[in-house]
């Protein structure tokens, strides 16, 4: 099978995911804005051939698609980067390929969009109205009530997401959206944050898998002290999810989505209703893919090449840990100065650590306003629950990294 794959060197996962596509015996060609030179070597060793286009040129991105698909057949064209969602289904259209059109592809980009259908397929999702001015954002306001959200239509990572609590909040909100075209106001939806992520092929669910967001991806980004911790969970089929497991079914069936990775998030509400959240046609970021690996101990970017190659995916699932990634930011500003109690929770909890990833002493701080990683994370997996989330804790606490 010849996949023509967008990106394969960038974000760092897409590597992986070539990678996982030539292991199971798919000819990779790569269409990419990175000079060939620049293309990770993991990437460039399963690559087949690549060709570098400007993603901002989309009339180029096709030409050069069109020439591709002139001296050699392509089966598929793949992305599993949001930004590119839309290019690849406009690409499988123009070579007359099988796999997600434009018009299915836009629900997945458009959190406006994506409700509409769900709402019509009865999915519960939170009480939402697209809005383009302060009049309509005001007049959504008056319709759901406080708290409200207001988002990006199009958003990522919480960015340019608020909690409103009252008209002089809502106020203070609609000066500072000026620079957003679109956005989302929502019900604000009280309870715990989850995932429902899935490999599936022919438009079934070969693999799913669930995560707990401690706390609430919003908390995490208003407040700068928070350890944000992703936790994919051991057993995702107990109880007290299982009606966000079944919401994800509909979700997909309403989306007629058939082949590849999802990442929705819903919401817990206390009363044990769940609520939906939004999807992508594409894998969790955060390194999450990761993550779920080591919960497995099982390598999911061969997976899901095995599921777009073959259809069906042959090893055998077995669920071994609960596995959390605690992300870390730099205390000061400047650039990174040390680590502390590292070492002593090492000694300690070694045993429970699969990895750790810390930004070199010496290396600016980065910006954790702007990614989710921050100046490090630290990936903790236990068999049990409680044990993983108490050990994460620990992480989060009594290990600090400074900068100045
Ligand atoms: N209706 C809502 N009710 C409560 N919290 C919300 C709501 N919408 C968004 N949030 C909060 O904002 C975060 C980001 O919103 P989300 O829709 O997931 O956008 P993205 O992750 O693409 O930025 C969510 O993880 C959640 O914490
Ligand atoms: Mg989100």
């Known amino acids: ?25 798919a000819n990779v060609i790569g ?25 901002g040129d989309p009339a180029a991105i096709i030409e050069t698609a069109l020439a591709i698909a002139s001296r050699i057949r392509v089966d598929r064209v793949e992305s599993l980067w949001e930004p590119l969602m839309i290019m690849a289904a406009r690409l499988r259209e123009e070579l007359g390929l099988p796999g ?83 956005v989302s106001v929502e019900e604000f939806v009280d309870g715990e944050e989850f995932t429902f992520d899935t490999i599936c092929a022919g438009g079934r669910i070969l693999f799913h898998n669930m995560c707990w967001y401690r706390p609430r991806p919003l908390i995490g980004k208003q407040n700068e002290w928070i350890s944000q911790q992703t936790v994919v969970l051991r057993n995702p089929d107990v109880d007290h999810l299982a009606a966000g497991a079944q919401m994800g079914q509909r979700v997909l069936e309403a989306m007629s989505f058939r082949d590849g990775f999802t990442h929705m998030e819903w919401y817990l509400k206390p009363d ?24 497995s101990d ?59 990833e810390l930004n070199p002493i010496g290396a600016p701080r980065r910006n954790w306003r702007q990614q989710l990683i921050g100046d490090g994370m630290v990936v903790i997996r236990h068999p049990d629950l409680q044990s993983c989330i108490d050990i994460a804790d620990r992480f989060g606490t009594d290990f600090q990294i400074y900068a100045g």
């Open 1 to 25: 099978m010849n996949v023509l794959f967008l990106s394969p060197g960038f974000p760092t996962e897409m590597t992986d995911f070539v990678r996982g596509l030539a292991e199971v015996g």
């Open 100 to 182: 997600m059109t434009v018009v299915e592809t836009v629900p997945f980009r458009d959190k406006e969009a994506m409700k509409q259908v769900l709402d019509e397929a009865g999915v519960r999702t939170p009480h939402h109205y697209r809005a383009r001015t302060s009049y309509e954002v005001r007049h959504a306001l008056e319709r759901i009530g406080f708290p409200a959200i207001v988002k990006p239509i199009a958003g990522a990572g919480s960015a340019d997401t608020y909690r409103i609590n009252d008209a002089s909040q809502a106020e203070a909100v609609i000066g500072v959206l000026g620079h957003i075209d679109e």
């Open 31 to 55: 269409l990419g804005d990175q000079a060939e030179g620049n293309v990770p070597d993991k990437a460039r060793n399963a690559l087949a051939a690549y060709y570098q286009v400007s993603f």
């Open 298 to 356: 099982i390598d999911l970017f061969r997976w899901w090449a095995e599921a777009i190659v073959n259809g069906r995916i042959k090893d055998r699932l077995e669920r071994k840990y609960n596995c959390s990634t605690v992300f870390k930011r730099a205390i000061g500003d400047g650039s990174i100065q040390g680590y502390s109690g590292l070492d002593r929770l090492l000694a300690e909890f070694g045993q429970y650590v699969a990895a750790v």
């Open 272 to 295: 044990g209703e769940a609520v939906f959240g939004e999807i992508g046609a594409r894998p969790p970021g955060g390194r999450t893919v990761d993550a779920m690996n080591f919960a």
